[in-house]
């Protein structure tokens, strides 16, 4: 699970969304949130080439999305490592209040993007697979509750990721 991002920037947070609109971008970003990643562990977990994985890395950075999480050395070179900060994240986007519409549109129209290309060759190996999808009129109050609960339970799932492929672990999404 993908939290929103955090699109506080000085031009209304454009960067950060054009940032997040790549699919890949948002890939890197669910890698991050687990654990700290250097390109190169980033570009073999993809498939993707180290120029590119890079190249995607230093665009989350430049726009916000993602933080440096040290280096280190690696045959004679330094490598950088990253994460993505759901908790830090989300309390910007929340001191930041309501964007306009169009930035909501586009937003969400990523984050469809995203879901449909995991679905894609997924494997869904047991009966409690949970997906939700209502259009429903509800209370303001009970509304806010249940957003509470929700960002709760995202927050949780954020805090519960491991590294991709750690043993034990299921991949979810």
Same mark, same amino acid.
């Given at each position: 699970?993908? %939290?929103?991002?955090?699109?506080?920037? /000085?031009?209304?947070?454009?960067?950060?969304?054009?940032?997040? !609109?790549?699919?890949?971008?948002?890939? @890197?970003?669910?890698?991050?949130?687990?654990?700290?990643?250097?390109?190169?562990?980033?570009?073999?977990?993809?498939?993707?080439?180290?120029?590119?994985?890079?190249?995607?890395?230093?665009?989350?950075?430049?726009? /916000? %999305? @993602?933080?440096?999480?040290?280096?280190?050395?690696?045959?004679?070179?330094?490598? =950088?490592?990253?994460?993505?900060?759901?908790?830090?994240?989300?309390?910007?986007?929340?001191?930041?209040?309501?964007?306009?519409?169009?930035?909501?549109?586009?937003?969400?129209?990523?984050? !469809?993007?995203?879901? @449909?290309?995991?679905?894609?060759?997924?494997?869904?190996?047991?009966?409690?697979?949970?997906?939700?999808?209502?259009?429903?009129?509800?209370?303001?109050?009970?509304?806010?509750?249940? =957003?509470?609960?929700?960002?709760?339970?995202?927050?949780?799932?954020?805090?519960?990721?491991?590294?991709?492929?750690?043993?034990?672990?299921?991949?979810?999404?």
């Amino acid at each position: 699970m993908l %939290m929103l991002p955090n699109m506080s920037l /000085g031009d209304g947070g454009r960067s950060a969304l054009r940032a997040t !609109a790549h699919p890949v971008r948002l890939q @890197i970003m669910s890698l991050l949130t687990g654990s700290s990643l250097t390109a190169a562990e980033v570009a073999r977990e993809l498939g993707l080439t180290h120029a590119n994985a890079s190249y995607h890395l230093r665009t989350l950075l430049a726009a /916000g %999305m @993602i933080v440096p999480a040290g280096e280190e050395r690696i045959r004679g070179g330094i490598a =950088k490592r990253y994460r993505y900060d759901a908790a830090s994240d989300v309390a910007r986007e929340k001191a930041r209040g309501r964007r306009p519409d169009e930035y909501y549109r586009t937003l969400y129209a990523a984050v !469809a993007g995203e879901i @449909i290309r995991r679905t894609q060759g997924a494997h869904f190996p047991d009966e409690g697979n949970l997906i939700v999808d209502a259009e429903l009129w509800l209370d303001p109050s009970a509304w806010n509750e249940f =957003k509470e609960r929700v960002g709760q339970a995202a927050r949780e799932l954020h805090d519960a990721a491991q590294p991709p492929r750690t043993p034990g672990t299921v991949r979810t999404s």
